[in-house]
């Protein structure tokens, strides 16, 4: 699976639009960029993925430049609720030999 | 509908003893991964069970072990405790080994400590 690198932390105001880069420069044509993100004490929380298109849910949108190297996860409305440790994660849809491969995510810290 | 489903949350063992941690997957999930989550290694996969099968396998001792069920509730055991085994264990399931769907739901976890 590709390696990804994202900022250690990242502080955003409440109400304003939370917006955590990741670079996978190095994204084969058949991975996905997933996005999880883990609140303290808790398991990991699915959040999107997207293979090209930008894509949008309920909890955020996702961003994909056009040669895939790089992506950004915006939170709009960004809650107190919403600091937690994001991380990036690119790999195979079906399969893959060593699951999912967390790296140190992004330390998300959400100011009232 | 019922989430991922830990047992126990909480569990102090020592040293040389072994543990058995239970996950009972979402209902009509049928793929089951274990992770180890310690502060300095991160968050690392332990191994995928699907259909009661052994799909992949993370970079662990033998020490680590699972096994899946045919309800595809999911046992972990780890024997011969170490001091750096204490960790959170951390359980996911999805339908099927395909990711490319909802992603892998994740329980809360049992946190091991070995003493």
């Known amino acids: 699976d590709a390696k990804t690198t994202q900022p250690t932390s990242m502080d955003c105001a409440e109400g304003r639009a939370a917006n955590l880069p990741c670079n996978h420069s190095t994204i084969s044509g058949n991975e996905y960029v997933y996005w999880y993100r883990q609140i303290h004490s808790q398991g990991p929380q699915y959040i999107i993925h997207g293979l090209k298109n930008n894509e949008t849910n309920e909890m955020a949108s996702l961003i994909i430049t056009e040669d895939r190297k790089s992506s950004t996860l915006i939170l709009p409305h960004a809650t107190l609720r919403d600091t937690a440790v994001y991380y990036c994660?690119?790999?195979?849809?079906?399969?893959?030999?060593?699951?999912?491969?967390f790296g140190k995510g992004t330390h998300l810290i959400i100011q009232p | 509908k019922a989430g991922v489903t830990q047992t126990p949350r909480y569990l102090i063992k020592t040293r040389g003893q072994q543990v058995t941690l239970s996950c009972s997957p979402i209902?009509?999930?049928?793929?089951v991964s274990w992770y180890q989550q310690t502060p300095g290694q991160g968050l690392q996969f332990l191994f995928e069970y699907f259909s009661e099968t052994q799909r992949n396998k993370g970079n662990f001792p033998g020490r680590f072990s699972g096994r899946q069920f045919s309800n595809s509730r999911s046992e972990m055991n780890v024997s011969t405790l170490e001091l750096g085994d204490s960790a959170l264990y951390l359980c996911a399931s999805s339908w099927t080994t395909e990711t490319a769907r909802r992603g892998y739901t994740f329980g809360s976890g049992t946190r091991l400590t070995v003493v």
């Open positions: 994660i690119v790999r195979v849809a079906v399969g893959g030999a060593d699951g999912l491969t």
């Open positions: 209902s009509g999930h049928r793929s």
